[in-house]
């Protein structure tokens, strides 16, 4: 693929793209402004890409059924755990519109500069970038009518589900190996009451707790 366009397509072929919303926001946001410099040209690519710190921008593909299980809508709060390069951030933002707002965190400062760094000269405003860890979330901004975590955790944590609001959604790529994980979106129906949805077959890094690393 060499245009963004021809990745839409190819997603849209591929049957992960067909809320003519999400597409229209995969359009709109370029995958180049969020690649490495040495990599524009793999930009559009249906791949996974090095970012440094061992870390990749994810497949589009991947991104794509992700933000379909989110379905974020006009106006809503998403928390986004482990933004990386931004790319997904800038669709999420384009999708919640200026009336809504992402929370994204990254935990390392590196690549916390690198997203911001993409998100700025692309031109996304609706967005907090947080330099934290989120394996438990983000109690500050709760409640969130969406949770999204970009690496694979071991379990649900229970913070994830009580930073929901009800209706809320988290997606989720949850795996005890590291070369397999499910997409799992639990959707809060009751207080206490999830409807859960599973995808298998992913690979994502690895969800790492505890401090940043400078
Ligand atoms: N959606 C991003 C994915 C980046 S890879 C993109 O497409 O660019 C996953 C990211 O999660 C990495 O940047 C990693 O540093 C981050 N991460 C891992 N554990 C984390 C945690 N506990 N809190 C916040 N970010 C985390």
Same mark, same amino acid.
């Given at each position: 693929?060499?245009?963004?366009?021809?990745?839409?397509?190819?997603?849209?072929?591929?049957?992960?793209l067909?809320?003519?919303?999400?597409?229209d926001?995969?359009?709109?946001?370029?995958?180049?402004?969020f690649?490495s410099?040495?990599?524009?040209?793999s930009?559009?690519?249906?791949?996974?890409l090095?970012?440094?710190?061992g870390?990749?921008?994810?497949?589009? $593909?991947?991104?794509a059924?992700?933000?379909?299980?989110?379905?974020? *809508?006009?106006?809503?709060?998403?928390? =986004?755990? &482990?933004?990386?390069?931004?790319?997904?951030? %800038?669709i999420?933002a384009?999708?919640?519109?200026?009336?809504?707002?992402?929370?994204?965190?990254?935990?390392? =400062?590196?690549?916390? =500069?690198?997203?911001?760094?993409? $998100?700025?000269?692309f &031109?996304?405003?609706?967005?907090?970038?947080?330099?934290?860890?989120?394996?438990?979330?983000?109690?500050?901004? %709760?409640?969130?009518? &969406?949770?999204?975590?970009?690496?694979?955790?071991?379990?649900?944590?229970?913070?994830? *589900?009580?930073?929901?609001?009800?209706?809320?959604? $988290?997606?989720?790529?949850v795996?005890?190996?590291?070369?397999?994980?499910?997409?799992?979106?639990?959707t *809060?129906?009751?207080?206490? *009451?999830?409807?859960?949805? =599973?995808? #298998?077959?992913?690979?994502?890094? #690895?969800?790492?707790?505890?401090?940043?690393?400078?």
């Amino acid at each position: 693929m060499r245009t963004n366009q021809e990745l839409v397509r190819e997603l849209i072929r591929q049957g992960v793209l067909s809320t003519p919303r999400i597409i229209d926001a995969f359009r709109a946001v370029d995958r180049r402004f969020f690649v490495s410099k040495g990599l524009k040209r793999s930009a559009y690519k249906n791949e996974p890409l090095p970012i440094g710190e061992g870390q990749t921008i994810s497949q589009p $593909l991947t991104v794509a059924i992700m933000v379909a299980l989110l379905a974020p *809508k006009e106006g809503e709060r998403v928390l =986004e755990i &482990g933004f990386g390069s931004g790319y997904q951030t %800038a669709i999420l933002a384009r999708l919640v519109g200026d009336t809504g707002h992402v929370y994204a965190l990254e935990r390392i =400062e590196s690549l916390y =500069e690198f997203g911001k760094k993409n $998100l700025d000269r692309f &031109g996304i405003f609706n967005v907090t970038l947080i330099l934290a860890d989120g394996s438990q979330g983000y109690q500050e901004y %709760a409640l969130y009518n &969406g949770i999204i975590v970009d690496a694979a955790a071991t379990a649900i944590e229970d913070s994830w *589900k009580a930073q929901l609001t009800l209706g809320g959604r $988290l997606v989720v790529p949850v795996g005890k190996t590291r070369d397999d994980q499910t997409l799992t979106k639990l959707t *809060k129906v009751g207080e206490e *009451k999830f409807k859960i949805e =599973e995808r #298998p077959g992913f690979r994502f890094v #690895p969800l790492i707790r505890g401090p940043t690393r400078i």
